[in-house]
């Protein structure tokens, strides 16, 4: 049985210790802010780095992270491609980083994510209370008005819909 170290072993070639390290950095990089977070960032890369030096195997966990890092990183694109993978294996996400994922996605114009999101949120039961419906208003009075978009409206109405479902059933 290996003793458990409270530090992070850059050697280590256990994939717990991994998860561990980046489940941390994680939560401290969710309480931050954008500007608070250069120092953050190096100990990501350092960790990743060790991942990848050591041949470490990615989890459904180590990939969850790795999302969460894309996010703050505010690689939207990448975040959603591995968004999928992670929400295909059920692995749990922060609340925040799903926040940070609905709003990079709203602002960027990517609904794909937003469906994405709602098929997370089906398959983990997330209360989507969280996310602020209101921020999809500009978004829709530019489809409806200025160019017509009848997919990003079906997608809206979609998320919508499920939102309110969410919003009752949570609210007893």
Do not use: W
């Not at 458990?4 to 072993?9: E, L, M």
């Not at 250069?38 to 350092?46: A, L, S």
């Not at 780095?49 to 990939?63: F, S, Y």
């Amino acid at each position: 049985m290996r003793k458990k170290s409270p530090v992070f072993d850059p050697k280590s070639t256990h994939v717990e210790d991994y998860e561990k390290e980046l489940q941390f950095l994680s939560l401290i990089a969710a309480r931050k802010s954008s500007a608070d977070l250069q120092m953050t960032f190096k100990q990501y890369d350092f960790v990743f780095q060790c991942l990848k030096d050591n041949n470490v195997a990615m989890t459904g966990t180590l990939k969850a992270r790795l999302f969460e890092y894309l996010l703050l990183l505010k690689q939207t694109d990448k975040a959603i491609k591995l968004f999928k993978e992670c929400a295909d294996v059920d692995t749990m996400i922060d609340p925040v980083y799903i926040e940070k994922m609905y709003d990079q996605c709203l602002k960027s114009d990517r609904f794909d994510g937003l469906i994405q999101i709602l098929t997370y949120c089906e398959k983990t039961n997330f209360d989507m209370r969280r996310l602020d419906l209101q921020a999809f208003r500009p978004a829709l009075n530019y489809y409806l008005g200025t160019k017509f978009n009848l997919s990003k409206i079906m997608t809206f109405l979609k998320f919508y819909q499920h939102a309110v479902e969410n919003k009752a059933q949570n609210a007893f």
